[in-house]
């Protein structure tokens, strides 16, 4: 990182403090000695900063380790980050049931919980439902409301900046609804609202199936199939925040709805949800034609929608997630159709991730607003991508 | 810009090197008091720069105005930026034809040239083509070949960040093609080679129909269409430069070959050549019913390829560019069928640029090459989207 000498002398203290920060992070309960080196900042700076932020409760003096090798004279004082200074939130409100994560400061999973929701069910019934989860949560780890610092939230629909839900194909009574505005009456601090698809895309790059890439699309194949996709790293949303928002592709084709492409009968597949899908395949293993017929044009459809987005995007990796991805025989005839298809076919995989998709990066995208906030100052004087 | 002071002197010289052209640039034969009050520098400061600037030939003390209001004493001198220190080069390799654009140190062109070639030339051929075009444009404009900066140049096909085709489906015998490397041979200066979809995105945002919009989708409309994208005002290569490369998509649907779609009889339209398809769209305007059949078949085909795009990127706006844009009848139904398809439809509009779109694009990278050398250091410190 560059140094800046002169100028602002608050902004100078902003950047020593997220450097040091960033350091602690990093480093082992590091003492004075280690900073400065890590820091390359004068040891007066660096204990002047780490003073500041033992005040604001952000580090703490780590107790010296009993049996230490240096017995002799005063030990050296030793500094942690204090992860559980906040907790963060990442909450899944999706069809069938919400879910939510909680974690320290440093994004580390220490409460889960999650409840079944009715496809049917009203917004107030929907939200009390994401209310009860959170505070079973927050009860069962024994962290307190206040602690928040920021809580994500991933839902299907197009979301726009403000957390406004414009258009919701998957939960039709979430269209027009101020979700995000709903939710900051439940909590103190920001409430990040993100398209579910977009969420478990940021996911599985932090800790699922694209750790070790930067330009993926993650699609949730279901019924109504939806996609999110990082470019360089960061998240695509498109202009108006639409963008991966695949579920009427079939259409185009002048192609059949879901309920007669599933079907294994004369007549629509009624009720269409998870558990016929499922027993359609099931039927299909057992050897029954037409369930093998329907689950051969469910796949083609999946086909259709992953080339397209592949051929407008070009990502490096597709990653399937959804309930599709359960699936047996989804990915070979993926890979056989994209190489087919595609000029340079992309690696598939499948999510690591699961049902733990959305809520994880829900829970990331909170982490990385408060991660702005602890390193604002760096983030504007190192080289972004 | 912000200011750094202490630190690297040399740095610091290039810096303000770059803020005095960008001022000198920007405004009409500046005094030294004009750039001391633009830059915030000191007159020194500026003096130095200045010399330095003469010094290398980017810029020269423009000639007092007769009859300036000025008399007494003696004038104030006057700097001008000399965008003839240096030409660029925009070329266009097409299947049909090859097409030069030729400008100074502004972009502003000062010479064009284009000449016809063969569908079924050899790659030698092809290139000889070029050569022909660009000496002719620089004789014509009484520019040396040594005075040439940068050439851009826009042609079909996936192309790799060191100017080889990888993959050409309009021109077969490009692929493989080390043409980046073919080019430097005629030319001392760097050579860049881009997707024309990709040359005519930037183009129609530089200065054609997407100059009010950061969020583009250019299709390149045609037998094989090909599109390109700009995210953020940034052009959107994809992980392996294949982005938008959508010529296959129509391959999912398992619809008909282009030559059949665009018969008029019980056979596949041969050979398919944009003539031949100008004379089916006459035919359908004259009424005879196969031929507006076949109309109707291909705009839908468009409107298919567009709206994957458009659902997977989300733009705010598209551009048809490409011999189809030059066909009646082709924007308000795609307009209709994206209204149909799309969450949330984007604008559509027709290229304003027609055949110089990708030597215009490939001009602009170019001079996005060459600014980047003479403005690297602003690039650097200024605050990037």
Redesign the interface.
Known sequence: MG?????DPSLLRRINSAVVLHALRGADCPTLTDLTRITGLSRPTVEGVIEGLIETGLVVESVAEEGGTRRQGRPARKFRFRAEAGHLLGVEIGSHRVAALLSGLDGRIIGAGSRDVSEAASEDERLERVRLVVADVLRRAGVARSSLRAVGVGSPG?VEADGTV??G?ALPGWTGLALGERLRRSFRCPVLVENDANAAAVAEHWKGAATDSD?IVFVLAGLSPG?G?L?GGRL???????????G??H???R?VTPEKLLSTTDEPLHPLDEQAVADVFTLAKQGDFRAQAAVERFIQRL??DV???V??????LVVIGGWAAGLDGVLDPLRDELS?????P?RVALSLLGEAAVATGALRLALDHVEEQLFAVER?VT??R
């Open positions: 140094r800046l000498t002169g100028g197009i414009r258009l194909t330009d996609a996709s470019i695509h949303r498109g202009f108006g925040g639409a963008a991966g928002e695949i009427a592709l259409l185009l084709g192609e086909v259709h080339a397209a987005l051929l407008a995007l070009d990502p490096e087919r298809y595609c000029l340079r992309p504007t080289a972004r």
